[in-house]
Each structure stands twice: as C-alpha cells, then as structure tokens.
C-alpha cells in the first residue's frame, strides 16, 4: 500500500468513527433539552430523572465525539496538504466559521450545563442545554457545506496561475443546493440514532420491569422521534437522491450497479453477480423504484456507467471515471435497509403500546429493540462510506483527482505509523465508551432526586471564606 | 495594515488565547500527582479547570480551523511537516479529554489511576511539542519550492526547539500551580503556591534563555520590547505569588504567556514559515493567504462573532469563579459509579 492508500483508509476510519459519536449527540441533546423543559415546566421528577438519566449517557457519548473531532481537522493538513492547498480559500471559511460560531457555543454550554446544576437559575442552565443542542446542529450545517462543496462545488473559480480554487461567493458555498438536501439527511438521522439509542435502553429496563415510569415515557418519546424522523430521513434521501443523480450521475448508477442506462429503471433490493460485478446473475427487483428515485418520474432514465464513463472522458480526458461498484452498491442497500428497519420498529412498538401496555415485556420485541440499537449507526456510516465512496476518484468533484489531494511528502511509513496509533487507541476508547453506557445503563435513573443536598462532606480545615459551601452537585 | 497581515494577527491572537487558556489547564494536568496527594485532592485540581477545559482547547480548534481558512499554504505545509509531534499531540489531547469526562465514572483506584496517567502524558505532551513546534516554526525548517516539509522528526529536535518545548512545559507548570493557588482553599492553595515559586525560578532561567537566543537569532525591535516586556511579567508574577497575592501573580504570569506567544509572531512576520533550504522559499504572510476577497468575508465573521464568545467565556469564568476545596468533593460518588447488583 502507498501513503494514498493509507491515508484514505485513515481518513475512512477516523470519520466513520467519529461519526459514531456526532449523530448521538446531535439527536440525544436536543432530546435531553425537551426533557429537561418538560420538567422545567412540569415539575414533575419524572422528567427531571429522564434528564439525568439519559443526560449521563448522552455526556459519556459527547466526550468522544468532541476528541476525535480534533483529528478531523488536523488530518486535512497532515495527509491531505495538497488539497488543503488547492481548496483552503473555500473549503476554510465554513470550517472556520463552524470552530468559531458553533465549536465554541458547544464547549462553552456544555461545560456550563455539566456543573451549572443548582449553580444557574433553572432556566439559564435549561437555554444551556438548549445552546449546546442548536450547536450541534450548526456545527452539522457548516461542515455538511464544505463536504457538499466537495460533491458539488459552487461560488469559486480557478486561479490557474496558483492552481487553486478561489471564494467568489460564500453564500453561494453555504447555500449549496447539495446541501440543502444533505443537511436535512444528516439531521434527520442523528434523530432517528438517537431515538433508536432510547428505544432499546428503555426496552432493556421495560423488559425487567424496572423504572417503568422513567422508561415508558422514554421509550414513548423514541417511538415518536424515530418515526417522524424515520419518515424525514427517507424524504430528505428520496430527496437528495435526486439532487444527486444531476449533479453526480455517476454516484447513482453506481448505486444501483446499473451498466447500461434504462428507461425505466428497476430497483434491485439485492442481487447475485459475476465476481467482477459486470453482470448479475440472480436479483430481486421493484420495477420503476430506480426511475422514480432518481428522477421523480417512474419511467425517467437513468444513465448507465458506461454511458458516463464515456461521457466522463471527453469532458475531463482520459481516465476510469468508476467508483468501486460492490461498495457503492451495497453500502446504497445497507444504508437504506437498516435505516427501515429502525423506523419500522418504532412504527410497531408504537402500535403496540397503546391502551397502556408494555411491548417490552415480550422478549421478542425488547431483543428486536435491543439489537436495533446499532442500525441506524450502521445505516449512517454506509451512507458516508457510499457517498464518498461512490465520488471517487474525485476529492473534489470534477475538479481534484483524491490521488493529486495527499501530501507530496509524506511517506507510506509515517501514515501508517498514524493509522496504526489512531485505529489501535479508537479501539481502547471504543471498548471503554461501551463498557462505561453499559454500565449507566444497567445502573438506571436515580432513585431520587439527586440535586438534594449531599450528606457528610469533609470539612476542610482551611475552608475559611467558604465555610458555608454545599459540595458541588457535579464533580469531575 | 492589509488583510492578510490582519489575519497573521488574528491567528496570533487565537494561539494566544489557546495558551493563555489551555497553559494553565496543561499545567494543573502536569502536576496532578505532585500537588494531588490523594485522591479527593487531585479531584480538587481537576474541578478547578472541569467546567472550562473543553472550551479552553476549543481555541485551538479554532485557531487550527482559521489557519487553515486564512493561511491554506502555511497551515498545509506545517501540518504535513510536522507530522508525528501532531500526531502525538492528537494522541495527548484525546486520552487527555476523555480522561477528564470518564475518570470519575467508575469508583475503582485502578481506574483512576489510569485516567491519572493520561491527564498527566495528556498535559506534558502538548505543553512540550506546542514550544517545540513554535520555536521550529520560527527558526526555519527545511521547504522545497513546492512549499513542502522536506525535513523528518530529528530535524525538529535540535537545541533550540527542544529548549523553547522545555521553556513552555515549565512556564505552564507554573502558571498552572498559580492557578490551582488562585481557585482552591486549604492546603492545597499554599502547596500550590509554594510550588509555584520554586518551578518559576526554572521557568524564568529557561523562559530567559529562551528569550535571549530568540532574540539574538530572529529578533527585531518589536521583539525585543515584548520579549522584555514577557520576563518583566514573569518575574513579577513570580513576585506577586511570592507576597501571596494570587490574582496578581495569575495575572502576571498570563500576561507572560501571552508575551511569549506575541514575541515569537511579531520575531516571525513578514514570514509564515521560512525556509532553511532557500529564503525564496519562504511561506509568507502574503504568499501564504487566502484571498483578499475570502479574508473579507471571514473578517466580518469574526468582526461579530469573536466579541460575542468572549463575552460568553468571560461570564463562564464568572460563574465559576467560586474558589473549591476538599469540602466541595462529594464523598458518595456519583450514581452508577459504584457497581450495581442486578434487580
């Protein structure tokens, strides 16, 4: 393997897990932030334990999120300082932008909303909980703009006396018409993770017939959430599917592995091919489905690879145009199956719970929660590995070959001696992450209130000024 | 005053903001086991920076990202120049961020003393290759005409680097101990204290000594009134926390931080990053930048955004302004820390 190969794997790795984290907390903050102002407005300790319960779990969650996103940014220089030559006069704004509008907002509210019980006012220290959820979605907004600028760049021009690419207009980068259905795609399925996070947690305890009040609700409130979001989810894809099969008609027959362009176009759920992939032996087809998501008409055409592999040539010069087809077939299908099945999941407990009942005390169901837990995360990561995946070879989509973006002078060594480290201790971290929600889990909401006051401190013989001091409510 | 030159001053100021935050952070890290003799008195320590570490090293987030957004050329050749001190400082900062959020999570002594390792490497680190990295930045490293890095590891480790990494671990050990002196009551304050005037004395040889070559290889007049200007600061920070006024010493020693970073920006400008290989290929202020046009636009950005975040961080530092002890730990640890029989 040279440093190119190695460095997209360290890009692959490190963003899909990283990516891990990100939905969970944009989904479970604004979730936690509904909780808190149900017991803000209530006052019922039903509501205040939800907040910490899931809060505790949320927060265990957002420290990952927040280290490994470091990498994220340090990496576009480390291996990829080619394309951070050729792309930083666009590409930087909205990164920048996000670090300084959104990044701040978050670290600062979080930090105020861990210590700040009992410490703010209690509508004070509920806006901090709701900045920190309004950031994380800022924060999804701006870099969803700079990776649709990859996929689709607009507002810029190429100085080819500098060989780079110039702003000429950062509304136009911001208002992106890729991002305007990637966005909304992104967003809606941090809900939908985050939703499925507090279905299967609150089937676990529902299935024991523990905390049943705390869990009800929760599990209700995830019902409701992975099913609206289940339907936005499957909109905004529907809708960028579309966007997509103009501005990257590529990405979308490589989707579907569709060689020659049809009209119309069937969908395969799954198929058997040739090792090479050329040609399919066995499928199982939804007639017109293809035309209908890629043009809104169900005997619209959808062009075939060869068809833009041709076509590519004669704009961009010679070259294979081609993604690696089985990737961006099955990562397609896995992204949009074990996206269905969560929302199809809520969509049944959500049946199954009315008049009172418990879905969870059948074991069936509280197993099907339990192990749904992991797909919607498995959906998200597919569709990134598909979506990047499925742009090669360009970094930047008709404008930046991924081979010319990898540092000059980096060798093969020294990436894999990052990739080695970086793989190896996200392993550590992973092992420890899931062990401590595990752990929080099993040990359940807090029997009481438990911003009261905390008995037998040890008094400090040099306390003077502070004599009176309660303990902190939160301690590190 | 152009706008790239505006920038150079911008991301002057965020990597100033970034030590003046996070040195003290890196600081109490370090000496969490020498200041923190048990357990409740290195919670003590860590609380003390708990609510605001995070939005503390988000400076350095933001100031990587406005390098990167302002500076493409100078961010793309110092990130893939200096390759594995980064790394190392990725590696540092992750353990070092978790440890934070998990070390208190499981009642276990193993457990703690694990995630103690981590903030402690995690504080060191940084604290060492960000002096080495800066000193490097501003002595020169071998670039080709393409812009790139063409040095490996060892060529960053030569005696300067390493002295300004020194110079930086032990300034932020005592602006650390400073700090810990200024947020804490019982006898942690006064260790902290006395600690801090005994590695202040190595931080004010080393910090001079830092200063002095600095000058006398890269300076100019601008240098050298600030690089004064930082161990006058320094010596009266020293002073201050000598004749226990702690808010003075704090303030002292930031300002000192402060000066350190400000000299090593104004001995660097015009350039970015020089080259040893050829001053023609020097990364410079102008060669380095964006576009007028993208600078423009970014500047209004911070014009309105920059004022509103300090204001927030200030008023976090506000509401967290409270000194803590040993009588601020809770005794019982937190729900789900201890292990829970299954109902």
Known sequence: MDALDLARWQFGIVTVYHFLFVPLTIGLSFLVALMQTAWYRTGDPKFLKMTKFWGKLFLINFAMGVVTGIVQEFQFGMNWSAYSRFVGDVFGAPLAIEALVAFFLEATFIGLWIFGWDRLPKGIHLVCIWLVAISTNLSAFFILAANSWMQHPVGFEINPERGRAELTSLWAVLNNSTNQVAYPHVATAAFLTAAAFIIGISAWHLYRRQHTEVMRESMKMGFVVALIFGVGVTVSGDLQAKVMTEQQPMKMAAAEAIWDS????????????????????????????????????????????????????????????????????????????????????????????????????????????????PFPLIANSFGWVFTEMGRQPWVVYSQMFTADGVSPLVGPWTVATSLTVLTLLYLVLAVVEVGLIVRYVKAGPPEDDASGPIESPERDAGAGTDEGDRPLTFAY | MTLAEFWFVLVGFLFAGYFLLEGFDFGVGMLLPVLGRDDTGR????????????????????????????????????????YLPLLLILVALILRGVAFEYRGKVDDPVWRQRWDIAIVAGSVVPALLWGVAFANILRGVPINANGDFTGNLFTLLNPYGLLGGLATVVLFATYGAIFVALKTVGDIRYEARALAAKIGVVAVVLGAGFLVWTQLQHGDLGSLVLSVLTAVALVAGLAANAREREGWAFGLVAAAVVGLVATLFVALFPDVMPSTTDPAYSLTVENASSTPKTLAVMSWIAAFGLPVVLLYQGWTYWVFRKRIGRHSIPTSPQHGATPVARS
């Open chain 1, 262 to 373: 049809q009209a119309p176009a069937s969908f395969s759920v799954f198929s058997v091919g040739t090792p090479d992939g050329k040609s399919e032996l066995f499928s199982v087809r939804v007639p017109y489905l293809l035309s209908f998501m890629a043009t809104g008409d169900p005997n619209g055409e959808v062009e075939g690879i060869r068809d833009i592999q041709r076509e590519s040539e004669e704009q961009f010069g010679p070259g294979d145009y081609r993604p690696i087809i089985p990737v961006t077939y099955w990562t397609f299908r896995y992204m949009i199956g074990f996206g269905i099945v969560t929302a199809a999941l809520a969509l049944l407990g959500l049946i199954m719970m009315r008049g009172g009942r418990n879905p969870a005390e059948k074991r069936w169901f509280y197993l099907a929660a339990l192990w749904t837990i």
């Open chain 2, 43 to 82: 919670r003590v320590m860590i609380n003390t920076i708990g609510p605001v570490w995070d939005m503390n090293e988000t400076w350095l987030i933001v100031a990587g990202a406005s390098l990167f957004a302002a500076f493409p050329y100078w961010y793309a050749t110092l990130f893939s120049g200096f």
